[in-house]
T-cell receptor
Framework: DGGITQSPKYLFRKEGQNVTLSCEQN?????MYWYRQDPGQGLRLIYY???????QKGDIAEGYSVSREKKESFPLTVTSAQKNPTAFYLC??????????????FGPGTRLTVT | KNQVEQSPQSLIILEGKNCTLQ??????????LRWYKQDTGRGPVSLTI?????NTKSNGRYTATLDADTKQSSLHITASQLSDSASYIC??????????????FGKGTKLTVNP
C-alpha cells in the first residue's frame, strides 16, 4: 500500500519544547515538502527538498528545521523559536522537481497543539 | 496580499444539485493551476492540474475550466453527493511579484452538501 504517512495524528507539547513531526513516503518520490495550514488561511510552504541531503527554505522557515538523510523520510522539527507553533502540518511529495507540473501527494497531516 | 482569491468562502447545497466554485488569480507569469479537495482533518487530494494551454479538464463529476486571459478558473461539480462535502483549494504555480517560482494556495471554499 503506497503513500505518505505522518505521525502522530495529534501532538501536544508545552511551550518551550522542541518537537519533531515524522513524514515517510514509499512512492519513490525525489521531492518532499512541509506545509503549515492555519484556519482561514491558504497552505504555506515551510521547507522543501529535491534530493537527499538537500533542502531549501520556503516562505515561513523561521523556527523550523528539517533533515533529509533518506529518500523516504523528511522529518520536521518545530523549535521553541517558532512563535505560533499550533497548527495543522502537512507533508507532501512529488516524483519530479518541486514547483513543476508534477502532482503533489499529501499525507494525512499532524495537528500540533502547544500550550 | 493573497494572489489567489476563491469565492464563495462557503457554500451549502442540497444533494443532487450542481455548483460552481470560482478562483481568480494575479500570479504572473503563470505555469499551471490545480484544484484540490480537502476533507476536514485530512490532507488535500488532487482533482485536476491544468497548464495555460488547457481550458477545460474533467475528473468524473468534477470539471475545471481555465481562462488564462482573464486569470479565472472555475470548478463545477455535477450531481453533488454527500461525500463532496469538503474544502476545495485552488493552487496556482507561477512567479508572483518577481520572486522565484512557487505554488500559491487559495484559502479554499468550504462546500457542505445536505441530504
Amino acid at each position: 500500500d503506497g503513500g505518505i504517512t505522518q505521525s502522530p495524528k495529534y501532538l501536544f507539547r508545552k511551550e518551550g519544547q522542541n518537537v519533531t513531526l515524522s513524514c515517510e513516503q514509499n512512492l519513490n518520490h525525489d521531492a518532499m515538502y512541509w506545509y503549515r495550514q492555519d484556519p482561514g488561511q491558504g497552505l504555506r510552504l515551510i521547507y522543501y527538498s529535491q534530493i537527499v541531503n538537500d533542502f531549501q527554505k520556503g516562505d515561513i522557515a523561521e523556527g523550523y528545521s528539517v533533515s533529509r538523510e533518506k529518500k523516504e523520510s523528511f522529518p520536521l522539527t518545530v523549535t521553541s523559536a517558532q512563535k505560533n507553533p499550533t497548527a495543522f502540518y502537512l507533508c507532501a511529495s512529488s516524483i519530479g522537481p518541486p514547483l513543476s507540473t508534477y502532482e503533489q501527494y499529501f499525507g494525512p497531516g499532524t495537528r500540533l497543539t502547544v500550550t | 496580499k493573497n494572489q489567489v482569491e476563491q469565492s464563495p468562502q462557503s457554500l451549502i447545497i442540497l444533494e443532487g444539485k450542481n455548483c460552481t466554485l470560482q478562483c481568480n488569480y494575479t500570479v504572473s507569469p503563470f505555469s499551471n493551476l490545480r484544484w484540490y479537495k480537502q476533507d476536514t482533518g485530512r490532507g488535500p487530494v488532487s482533482l485536476t492540474i491544468m497548464t495555460f494551454s488547457e481550458n477545460t479538464k474533467s475528473n468524473g463529476r468534477y470539471t475545471a475550466t481555465l481562462d488564462a486571459d482573464t486569470k479565472q478558473s472555475s470548478l463545477h461539480i455535477t450531481a453533488s453527493q454527500l461525500s463532496d462535502s469538503a474544502s476545495y483549494i485552488c493552487v496556482v504555480s507561477g512567479i508572483p511579484q518577481g520572486g522565484s517560482e512557487k505554488l500559491v494556495f487559495g484559502k479554499g471554499t468550504k462546500l457542505t452538501v445536505n441530504p
